[in-house]
């Protein structure tokens, strides 16, 4: 576990400042060659922090869904966007994440004063905002974020896992793992494979 100190002095810059509604922002499912992209915002009160809350990706999928209720409940505002992939085929992942981030800031019902978000750059905001390159491992709302996105996708995978049987996504939850790598081979895509991504991969495994 990371010390209050560490995981909220980002947001305590900014309250410093006088900024009150601090919105942390991530996104799951960048990568995968199925289903969509899950981007999160959350808000907390000045000063509240728990202590377990972590990057998802160093956390098991119980400490996962242990947490997530925790941090909806205690949250001032939570909320998602998700973009499926017709969309992410459309306009690039890159933009279908960035929409996803603007749907989730839309939903939250509170306006934030600032964005904390995970990564490098964004795009298209008229709120104020900072972007934190491994903002999930540094920042405590924007790690809350990413297990609310994290959880909310890989719920949207095991659906899907029932839909469409065969290529593991309750397992995989669309990555290019070989299990599912080989159950494209052997199945062909499935309507939520992202074309645009496949292609490459299914050539990969012909040559």
Request: overall charge negative; charged content about 25%.
């Amino acid at each position: 576990m990371r010390p209050r100190r560490y995981m909220l002095r980002h947001e305590r810059k900014l309250w410093s400042r006088g900024i009150q509604h601090i919105a942390g922002i991530d996104e799951a499912g960048r990568g995968p060659l199925a289903g969509p992209v899950v981007a999160a915002a959350v808000i907390f009160p000045a000063d509240f922090f728990i202590p377990e809350v972590n990057d998802s990706k160093l956390l098991t999928s119980a400490e996962r869904e242990e947490l997530y209720p925790r941090i909806v409940e205690s949250a001032l505002a939570s909320a998602v966007g998700t973009v499926d992939h017709e969309t992410i085929d459309r306009i690039n992942i890159l933009n279908a994440t960035y929409k996803a981030m603007h749907d989730a800031v839309s939903h939250l019902g509170i306006t934030p004063d600032h964005l904390l978000i995970d990564g490098n750059r964004f795009d298209g905001a008229d709120i104020p905002f900072t972007t934190i390159i491994d903002g999930d491992a540094i920042s405590f709302c924007v790690a809350a974020a990413s297990i609310i996105a994290k959880v909310t996708r890989d719920q949207i995978m095991l659906e899907f896992d029932r839909v469409f049987p065969g290529y593991g996504f309750a397992h995989n939850k669309g990555y290019a793992t070989r299990e599912h790598r080989e159950a494209i081979y052997r199945l062909g895509y499935c309507e939520i494979h992202r074309r645009s991504f496949s292609i490459n991969m299914q050539m990969e495994l012909e040559f």
